[in-house]
Nanobody, 125 residues
Framework: QVQLVESGGGLVQAGGSLSLSCAAS?????MGWFRQVPGKEREFVAA????????YYGDAVKGRFTISRDTAKNTVYLQMNGLKPGDTAVYYC?????????????????????WGQGTQVTVSS
């Protein structure tokens, strides 16, 4: 019962910044961002709980990326700074619609029942 629409993405030089948005059409208890390179496993990027705004980051992006939410717009954002070529991937927004939110489960993709269409982020060197 949740639909996610992603926006943003694009091409940026190393060291630059980019911002992604994900608008949810239904209720969520948590939202997150994952990324994937063709032929490689999906990687957790960041997550945020819908009620308290608790955030959790993957080690590879900690200190460079910031996840935030606008409750009025039911939208989550990912501000990416200090981008590296290794950040190049398709970025997917994910949402958990109901249930108890456990902090240790936030990085687990299987906890999210809804996924956005994905948006390409390319960082050139």
């Amino acid at each position: 019962q949740v639909q996610l629409v992603e926006s943003g993405g694009g091409l940026v030089q190393a060291g630059g910044s980019l911002s992604l948005s994900c608008a949810a059409s239904g209720r969520t208890v948590a939202m997150g961002w994952f990324r994937q390179v063709p032929g490689k496993e999906r990687e957790f990027v960041a997550a945020i709980t819908s009620n308290s705004g608790y955030t959790y980051y993957g080690d590879a992006v900690k200190g460079r990326f910031t996840i935030s939410r606008d409750t009025a717009k039911n939208t989550v954002y990912l501000q990416m700074n200090g981008l590296k070529p290794g950040d190049t991937a398709v970025y997917y927004c994910a949402a958990k619609s109901r249930g108890y939110v456990s902090s240790i489960q936030l990085p687990v993709g299987a906890q999210y029942g809804y996924w956005g269409q994905g948006t390409q982020v390319t960082v050139s060197s």
